[in-house]
């Protein structure tokens, strides 16, 4: 084994697939790049890390609401473009270009480049921890999108992709809530 430095441990355990979240914060739509994500449960609860210091974060607590759109890796430079930008100066939507569709419980936009969009509504904001929960309230999916890979931020500018899949559902079948 070769010592890695402790700075650069999270590379290992950054949590994926990067994610778009738009919000809306009453006068016009925004979308940030989020790489910091997680599952809470299988009853669609999430969590994703950002603070004050994100334009978006001050929709999030005013509206208490976002979309969590999850793109394929084919939208890597859109990705790496919204997230290297504020949207206190750009609309983000039209330079990018994505396409805002109208969701159906909340009223931060779907992202139709997206392979899935997830409405969400914010329960806690932990903000000593930089932690915003949310309970997803209804989900899409985008079938006919060419690429379904899913990309992962490595933490220091390197990306990864989904390769190979293994399918194992029967052997966590018991494992698994009903209808998983």
Known sequence: MEELPLHKAFMWLEPGPVVLVSTHDGTRANVMTVTWTM?????????????AWNHSFAA?????????????????????????CSGRETDKFARFPLTPL???QVGAPLIAECLANI????????ERLDL????GVAAWVTPAR????????????SFTADGEAFERREAMRPRLPPGV
Do not use: N, W, Y
């Open 39 to 51: 599952v809470r449960s299988f009853a669609a609860e999430f969590a994703l890390t950002t603070g």
């Open 60 to 84: 999030l607590k005013a509206q208490r609401e976002c979309v969590l759109a999850i793109p394929g890796a084919d939208l890597i430079d859109t990705v790496l473009g919204v997230g290297t």
């Open 102 to 104: 109208p969701a159906s």
């Open 119 to 126: 409405e969400c509504r914010v329960v806690e904001i932990v």
């Open 132 to 135: 915003v929960l949310l309970e």
């Open 146 to 157: 060419a690429d379904h890979r899913l990309l992962h931020a490595k933490g220091d500018g």
